[in-house]
């Protein structure tokens, strides 16, 4: 980054500063959400606590897949996912829909969970 870029964007991170205490906001919440240079939001932690980035959520494809590996065997249906993952049905029914590795239909709404990666290895 050039200096005048520098000082523009150091401008831009106070001017973000100013307006989030003024309106009693988070500071780091309000520079995350403007998009201002780490590198200044580094700078400018001494006075404003230690700027940690957003935790990212877990992805819903993730948390289905560890739901399955924990319930290989077991018949079930995407009402039944959705009921104890939290996740929403159209989610839940994409899902199935798109891993038949992990779901055999065994008729309509009925899903039979497996492991394919478990069924490999014993073969």
């Given at each position: 980054?050039?200096?005048?870029?520098r000082e523009r964007e150091r401008l831009r991170a106070q001017f973000i500063i100013e307006n989030a205490e003024r309106d009693g906001l988070n500071v780091q919440?309000?520079?995350?959400?403007?998009?201002?240079?780490?590198?200044?939001?580094?700078?400018?932690?001494?006075?404003?606590?230690?700027?940690?980035?957003?935790?990212?959520?877990?992805?819903?494809?993730?948390?289905?897949?560890?739901?399955?590996?924990?319930?290989?065997?077991?018949?079930?249906?995407?009402?039944?996912?959705?009921?104890?993952?939290?996740?929403?049905?159209?989610?839940?029914?994409?899902?199935?829909?798109?891993?038949?590795?992990?779901?055999?239909?065994?008729?309509?709404?009925?899903?039979?969970?497996?492991?394919?990666?478990?069924?490999?290895?014993?073969?």
């Amino acid at each position: 980054m050039k200096n005048y870029d520098r000082e523009r964007e150091r401008l831009r991170a106070q001017f973000i500063i100013e307006n989030a205490e003024r309106d009693g906001l988070n500071v780091q919440e309000s520079l995350r959400r403007h998009f201002v240079a780490s590198s200044i939001v580094e700078e400018l932690t001494g006075e404003y606590g230690e700027y940690s980035p957003k935790p990212k959520k877990p992805k819903a494809d993730e948390a289905l897949e560890q739901w399955a590996r924990d319930h290989v065997g077991q018949t079930t249906c995407p009402a039944d996912i959705t009921q104890d993952t939290g996740w929403s049905i159209t989610t839940t029914t994409k899902f199935v829909s798109a891993r038949r590795d992990w779901f055999t239909k065994i008729k309509n709404g009925v899903y039979l969970i497996r492991n394919a990666d478990l069924e490999r290895m014993e073969d």
